[in-house]
């Protein structure tokens, strides 16, 4: 069975760039989040989407961020404009369900560099 | 607020010595949960193990163990014997139990096994 899956590996884009990162979750997960690490810090939550539906999006920066998830299948994390700030590693998880015990699985992470 | 704190931010170790990860934890909920997770050079974040704040048993897998302290908000990982492919980055995670999967984690500590 595929894991979690993200692309593109790395991006490299230049400041006022807009850049689409895109999470594809194991089958029937209903349950997708995004977490991104900046600079090498903590990983911090984004938002958790429950099918299409945007349960938590408590952790989103700004209105230059905008996630999707049409259908409840792959989900989009658009930046537009980016900004240098935006620089790190974000990551995208699936589960199958909210409860305890229901494992998360990460992908791999989309390295993004503004420049 | 929730808040995970891994002060060690590099450990250098040569291959078979013992290395322990600190983990320091905030919350002031009473039900919440602890992980630890690995990212090795590929990227991508593998689960090792969860624990919730009612069972404060320390647990053994293999060379790999932890150590839940509730008086001191502490989970801290020890790995016996190390091996160089133990050289990863490790993050300490807390959830609560509004959204299990929710992760607020620590900053990692990197950890190099040399041979």
Redesign the interface.
Known sequence: EAGVTQFPSHSVIEKGQTVTLRCDPISGHDNLYWYRRVMGKEIKFLLHFVKESKQDESGMPNNRFLAERTGGTYSTLKVQPAELEDSGVYFCASSQDQGEDVEAFFGQGTRLTVV | AQK?TQAQTEISVVEKEDVTLDCVYETRDTTY?LFW?KQPP??????LI?R?SFDEQNEISGRYSWNFQKSTSSFNFTITASQVVDSAVY?C?LSD?G??????????TKLNVKP
């Open positions: 995970v949960y997770y590929s990227g991508e974040l593998v689960f969860r919730n993050f995670a139990g959204n299990f999967n929710k992760f607020y984690f620590g900053s990692g």
